[in-house]
């Protein structure tokens, strides 16, 4: 006869209403910071979903495993007929709960409260727009600054992986936007575990949830760099849908993807012409909780960089904090503009995300903090 694990009785933490009403941005964060690994980011997979598995029909979602569940022996946790005593669930200790972005809230209608500086640059690296990005991570290698950044890489295909740079050799491999989407902040677990003095680059809901890491978990997140963002896409729907259906391209010749001027473009090795789409016709495919985010500007980073605003071939660059402010400071070899940001662009963008993805954020976390069912109100996208 089998040992019989203990199951702990417990309720399930507040990041449960967020899976559960698809506004889970996947940003990792709860997968870094949970001591038992019950929340982890998975692709949804039809066939494992069970009772005992919050979870939202789209690939790239949080599984959160509260209890284990031992019809014919069967463990969803980890998908396995074997007993062991390593199994474990979620042990209700709340710490994902202080680090879920969503949780914590979007900023106000005023994104742009608390810069400090503003600046059109570039480095003389190859990357998206004026490649600041890689120029920061790069020279802040260089200088001992920091000893692991995390980024994301990509094959022939356009499939992305997190990775950790560990040097500044390896800065300029992962430049470049990747439209998709990964778990990038999951992948701190391991960083924590290895290294001292971490830069993390990412969306505005992974650079809000590295933020709130710094706040509540460690000191080794040295810098967070946040990237203007108005949505992103599952592999699903830019891989299968976008790059071969919309645009009409073999994905494999596609060497440059780009929102530019109300259109997404790609540029491929086989024509100088771009090959474009309106915006509008695949804005509605993007991840669901795109549909639900108000942060454009990721202004939980301590460096913002984005292209709006910003000539070609340049990045805009807000600075956010006194700590952004110390790093950017140290960084040698970028180039900044004469010319300030066209702000009036970036307030334009920032001001029709926070329309078209408007929701009462403020009364869910009323109604989750305490303790109450949220119930979703209509939405309007
Ligand atoms: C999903 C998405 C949507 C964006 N939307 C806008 C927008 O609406 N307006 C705007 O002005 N800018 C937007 N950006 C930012 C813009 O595309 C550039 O990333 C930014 O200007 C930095 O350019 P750079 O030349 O300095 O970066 P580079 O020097 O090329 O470095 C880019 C860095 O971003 C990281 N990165 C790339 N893709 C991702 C990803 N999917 N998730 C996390 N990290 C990633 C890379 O690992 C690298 O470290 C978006 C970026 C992403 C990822
Ligand atoms: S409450 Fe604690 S144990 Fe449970 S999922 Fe969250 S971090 Fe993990
Ligand atoms: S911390 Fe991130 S991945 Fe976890 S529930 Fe919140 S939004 Fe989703
Ligand atoms: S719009 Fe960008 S920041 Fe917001 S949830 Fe989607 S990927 Fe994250």
């Not at 997968?31 to 998975?42: F, G, K, L, R």
Request: net charge negative; aromatic share 8%; charged share 25%.
């Amino acid at each position: 006869m089998s040992a019989q694990i203990p199951v702990p009785q417990v309720g399930f933490p507040k990041i449960y209403q967020v899976i559960r009403n698809n506004l889970c941005a996947a940003c990792g964060g709860c997968e870094a910071i949970c001591p038992m690994q019950a929340a982890t980011v998975q692709l949804y997979d039809e066939a494992n979903y069970d009772k005992f598995t919050p979870t939202v029909a789209e690939p790239s979602v949080v599984k959160l495993f509260s209890e284990i569940s031992r019809e014919d022996n069967y463990c969803a946790h980890r998908d396995c007929y074997i007993d062991c005593d390593a199994c474990v669930v979620c042990s209700n200790c709340l710490a994902c709960q202080r680090i879920c972005p969503v949780l914590d809230g979007f900023p106000g209608d005023d994104e742009f409260d608390n810069i400090i500086e503003q600046k059109v640059g570039k480095s003389s690296l190859h990357g998206q727009d004026g490649a600041a990005v890689t120029g920061i991570l790069k020279s802040l290698f260089e200088k001992g600054e920091i000893d692991a950044a995390l980024s994301i890489t990509r094959n022939a295909d356009w499939e992305t992986e997190v990775v950790i740079l560990t040097n500044a050799d390896e800065v300029s491999s992962v430049g470049g936007t990747k439209y998709t989407y990964d778990p990038v902040i999951s992948k701190l677990r391991e960083a924590l575990e290895k290294y001292e003095k971490i830069a993390v680059v990412g969306t505005p809901c992974q650079a809000h949830a590295a933020s709130l890491l710094r706040e509540n978990l460690t000191d080794k997140i040295k810098l967070v760099i946040g990237l203007i963002c108005m949505e992103s896409f599952t592999y699903d729907d830019m891989g299968g849908n976008i790059i071969p259906s919309i645009l009409g391209l073999n994905i494999k010749e596609v060497h440059k993807l780009d929102f530019a001027k109300g259109k997404f473009v790609a540029l491929t090795e086989t024509s100088d012409e771009p090959t474009t789409v309106p915006i509008k016709e695949i804005a509605p495919l993007a991840r669901k909780p795109c549909h639900h985010c108000l942060d454009y500007t990721s202004y939980y980073a301590d460096i913002s960089v984005g292209s709006v605003g910003s000539p070609d071939g340049w990045s805009t660059i807000f600075v956010r904090s006194q700590t952004g402010k110390e790093y950017l400071d140290k960084v040698e070899g970028m180039e900044y503009h004469e010319k300030p940001i066209f702000m009036d662009i970036v307030v334009k963008l920032a001001a029709q995300k926070h329309k078209n993805n408007a929701w009462d954020f403020r009364k869910f976390k009323e109604d989750v903090w305490a303790g109450k069912e949220w119930i979703p109100e209509e939405h309007s996208t």
